[in-house]
């Protein structure tokens, strides 16, 4: 028996990142890739499966669920992991 979708999806894709990372960073970062360390899928920040805003937004790989990056704000500061050593984003130059 087939299930029909959920009115109120589980995540929301990477483009939502676009308002809070524009807080920190000038580039709109939506564009920046990532190749995921444990299963090797090549895809930009804004195909990403986004979770939150509470307690914190996580970003995490559409392949295999892993955590590709985690911002969680308070009002004196904003913490915010971006990739890892194994899987860090690759983020474009503009104007090359």
Not at 60 to 83: D, F, K, N, Q, Y
């Amino acid at each position: 028996m087939a299930t029909s979708p959920s009115p109120f999806p589980l995540h929301q894709d990477g483009n939502c990142l676009a308002g809070p990372l524009s807080e920190i960073f000038a580039l709109d970062l939506t564009a920046a890739r990532r190749r995921c360390p444990s299963c090797l899928v090549d895809a930009p920040l804004a195909a990403l499966h986004v979770f939150g805003p509470e307690p914190g937004i996580t970003a995490r790989c559409p392949g295999c669920s892993g955590i590709a990056l985690r911002m969680v704000r308070h009002p004196e500061r904003t913490w915010l992991e971006l990739g890892t050593p194994d899987g860090p984003f690759r983020i474009p130059t503009p104007g090359r």
